[in-house]
């Protein structure tokens, strides 16, 4: 957006009012002490500017205060002629513009900086039109010199409201494109003095760790509307580029039930929280449990995220552990193997495995006495229970 000196303004109304030269230069006079009046004011009666007016930026607002002023009194001074508010001079438009983009700098909202304006206009019409009245302007006058100190007012805080709002849409497509960037060189892991600095670029203050979620792009504005606002954005995923990822900070302990609530139906797949310089273990986690298709939250299935880390080792594990049954009809060696299966999970206790079977006890026995004859003393060796364990699991 062009600032607001060169952008169309919407015709105003002109407004009669005629300063005699003893007028204007009474108001000239003053013009300083009523710039240090309304600052005073805006001081007192607005909290966001009470530290606000030291050092440069307070130098910056006065500055501004006083070409408004000075403008509004070289408006109202035209020469004899009918005072156009859309005519308004370039400089203090532009100086009215440019305050507002420093104050979205500095981190102040549209509400402060239109309720500063507020409280300028108030002070500012007092003193200007008992100055205007010692001057001799009469009574009808002042009427319309009133009517065009708010009308002033107007089109300077308008200028500055759009410079508020040009910074902030600026400011923030530029901050979402340095947090996308740190968002990439997590999941590159980059190297931790790296990341400290696209952190400090991006004004993102790290929390102590980043859970991943991976969203439906659908899914994604309604989710953001829930989370953490720190929250890290990236949509670049190799293969899933019908998801978006979230690093949300600090969803760790006690905080993660909040989290699943609010994702509770977005068909969203959540990582586990990690220290925030290795979000890409969390991102990873979640990726295979989405590929794997093992539900919203992560850490419900650990055990089946685990066997099917490396899916080519589990089934040569299985082959090798099975061996012993391979000459065995089919269907012999599947139900021992699911016998076996179950033996090792409930550690033996026959009773349990008969019940989860639906067999007898003694076909338990049964079995498990072909399995002694096919593996012998390996069903009393550790490293073997394990195996067996792993690959059955």
């Known amino acids: 957006m062009t600032n607001k000196s060169s952008r169309d303004v919407p015709a105003l109304s002109s407004y009669d009012v005629q300063l005699t030269p003893e007028i204007v230069a009474s108001i000239r006079e003053v013009l300083p002490q009523v710039g240090e009046d309304v600052v005073a004011a805006v001081i007192a009666e607005v909290p966001p500017y009470q530290d606000a007016l030291s050092g440069h930026m307070g130098e910056t607002i006065r500055t501004a205060v006083g070409v408004a002023l000075g403008g509004f009194l070289s408006l109202a001074s035209g020469a004899g002629l009918a005072a156009d508010v859309s005519a308004a001079t370039p400089p203090a438009l532009q100086g009215a513009y440019d305050l507002g983009r420093g104050e979205a700098r500095s981190g102040r909202t549209m509400e402060a900086l239109l309720a500063a304006y507020r409280i300028g206009a108030r002070v500012a019409w007092r003193q200007l039109a008992s100055k205007a009245v010692e001057g001799g302007m009469e009574p009808a006058m002042l009427v319309e010199f009133s009517a065009l100190v708010f009308a002033w007012i107007d089109e300077i805080s308008e200028a500055s409201a759009a410079g508020h709002a040009d910074e902030r849409a600026t400011t923030g497509r530029v901050q979402r494109q340095l947090r996308e960037r740190l968002a990439r060189r997590l999941l590159a892991e980059a190297a931790p003095e790296e990341l400290d600095d696209a952190a400090a670029r991006a004004e993102w203050t790290p929390p102590s760790t980043l859970t991943a979620v991976l969203v439906p792009n659908s899914q994604v504005g ?19 580029d019908d998801h978006t990822l979230l690093l949300v900070p600090d969803a ?9 609530k609010a994702l509770e139906g977005r068909r969203a797949v959540v990582g586990p929280a990690k220290p925030w310089r290795e979000a890409r273990v969390s991102y990873e986690r979640a990726r295979r449990a989405h590929v794997a298709g093992l539900g919203s939250d992560t850490e419900q299935h650990l055990v089946e995220l685990v066997l099917s ?3 080519d080792a589990r089934e040569d594990l299985r082959a090798q552990v099975l061996a012993p049954l391979a000459e065995l009809r089919p269907a012999t060696a ?12 409930h550690q033996g206790r026959r009773d349990e495995v008969a019940a989860e079977l639906f067999i007898h006890p003694q076909t338990v026995r049964y079995r498990m006495g072909q399995l002694r004859d096919a593996y012998g003393d390996r069903l009393d060796d550790p490293a073997m229970l394990l195996a067996l364990t792993v690959a059955l699991g």
Not at 252 to 260: K, T, W
Not at 335 to 342: A, D, G, V
């Open 252 to 260: 760790h302990g006690h905080r993660r039930r909040p989290l699943m």
């Open 222 to 240: 309604s989710i953001l509307a829930k989370v953490n606002q720190s929250t890290l954005e990236f949509d670049d995923l190799r293969d899933l």
């Open 309 to 311: 880390a490396d899916a």
């Open 334 to 345: 599947e139900k021992l193997t699911e016998t076996l299966r179950s033996w090792l999970l």
